[in-house]
């Protein structure tokens, strides 16, 4: 059974910075991508960051420029650098792998998340 556990949430103040970490355990065959998503009260979980297999990245418009997403393949670990950070910033962060792989002919793919990390920027 995959489980994704996160760390690195907390509080700090507007401009500071956060590094979020994930790590993965169990039997993962193929990972497609790794990223975070985030959940503010009230509104619909959005992507954050993710990156994938080949090494893309991609950014909500919101966080270009201050996150940075990278991952550890020999740890199976993701991570998601914060700078500058925002009150907006503010939700619980979802750590997020994608899995696909063949069984012959067949295509087949699972979705994991983490519990759950909290970030709150506040001054």
């Known amino acids: 059974q995959v489980q994704l556990v996160e760390s690195g949430g907390g509080l700090v103040q507007p401009g500071e910075s956060l590094m979020l970490s994930c790590a993965a355990s169990g039997r993962i065959v193929s990972v497609r991508a790794m990223g975070w998503y985030r959940q503010a009260p009230g509104k619909q979980r959005e992507l954050v960051a993710s990156i994938r297999y080949d090494d893309i990245t991609t950014y909500a418009d919101s966080v270009k420029g201050r996150f940075t997403v990278s991952r550890d393949t020999t740890k199976n670990m993701v991570y998601l650098q914060m700078n500058s950070l925002e009150p907006e910033d503010t939700a619980v962060y979802y750590c997020?792998?994608?899995?696909?792989?063949?069984?012959?002919?067949?295509?087949?793919?699972?979705?994991?998340w983490g519990q759950g990390a909290q970030v709150t920027v506040s001054s």
């Open positions: 997020h792998v994608h899995e696909t792989y063949y069984i012959g002919s067949q295509f087949r793919q699972n979705e994991y």
